[in-house]
T-cell receptor, first 114, second 113 residues
Framework: DAGVTQSPTHLIKTRGQQVTLRCSPI?????VSWYQQVLGQGPQFIFQ???????GRGNFPDRFSARQFPNYSSELNVNALLLGDSALYLC?????????????FGEGSRLTVL | GNSVTQMEGPVTLSEEAFLTINCTYT??????LFWYVQYPGEGLQLLLK?????DKGSNKGFEATYRKETTSFHLEKGSVQVSDSAVYFC????????????FGQGTELSVKP
């Protein structure tokens, strides 16, 4: 079975632009989470969706938004990009709604903001 | 607040050496604890977990014991291999916080032949 797939794998944007990152979870997984990993740091939680409903939101500004589609795939949108948004954006899926912490991660989308 | 602190890296060891990577946590409530590993060019993978005090998680020769009294979850392996070279992340989650994992900053391990 395919793992978590993310696209694009790499992208370069300029300050003020908008970006959309996409994630397809493992088949049968209804939960998708997004994390931001800045170089040299651990991943930071951005959002979790389960059955198309937002279940959690991390400490990120409103420029960050996400949604989950009926097929459980997800998009992360970031508006008005700042240099500090440069990071690896990780998507993770799981079959569970809460509490288990056993996530299956994709390889990430590396965003560079110039 | 809830947080995880790991020992600073990078850690460089010779093949067959003993490995310890320290991890301590702060949490309100009773967290589940995890070690994730990120091999070069790959996504994060769950290495092992423990869900309650005194539980020992183990996988691929790695072990970690959930110590509530010292709020620690140190990762150990008796004999490391070159293929263990990776970045290791300690993490916690709380039941009422859904799929949210709180990660430490990561510890890079380099094993030399």
């Amino acid at each position: 079975d395919a793992g978590v797939t993310q696209s694009p794998t790499h992208l370069i944007k300029t300050r003020g632009q908008q970006v959309t990152l996409r994630c397809s979870p493992i088949s049968g997984h209804k939960s998708v989470s997004w994390y931001q990993q800045v170089l040299g740091q651990g991943p930071q939680f951005i959002f979790q969706y389960y059955e198309k409903e937002e279940r959690g939101r991390g400490n990120f500004p409103d420029r960050f938004s996400a949604r989950q589609f009926p097929n459980y795939s997800s998009e992360l949108n970031v508006n008005a990009l700042l240099l500090g948004d440069s990071a690896l954006y990780l998507c993770a899926s799981s079959p569970w709604d809460r509490g288990r912490g056993e996530l299956f991660f994709g390889e990430g989308s590396r965003l560079t903001v110039l | 607040g809830n947080s995880v602190t790991q020992m600073e890296g990078p850690v460089t060891l010779s093949e067959e050496a003993f490995l310890t990577i320290n991890c301590t946590y702060t949490a309100t409530g009773y967290p589940s604890l995890f070690w994730y590993v990120q091999y070069p060019g790959e996504g994060l993978q769950l290495l092992l977990k423990a869900t309650k005090a005194d539980d020992k998680g183990s996988n691929k020769g790695f072990e970690a014991t959930y110590r509530k009294e010292t709020t620690s979850f140190h990762l150990e392996k008796g004999s490391v291999q070159v293929s263990d070279s990776a970045v290791y992340f300690c993490a916690l989650t709380l039941y009422n916080q859904g799929g949210k994992l709180i990660f430490g900053q990561g510890t890079e391990l380099s094993v030399k032949p």
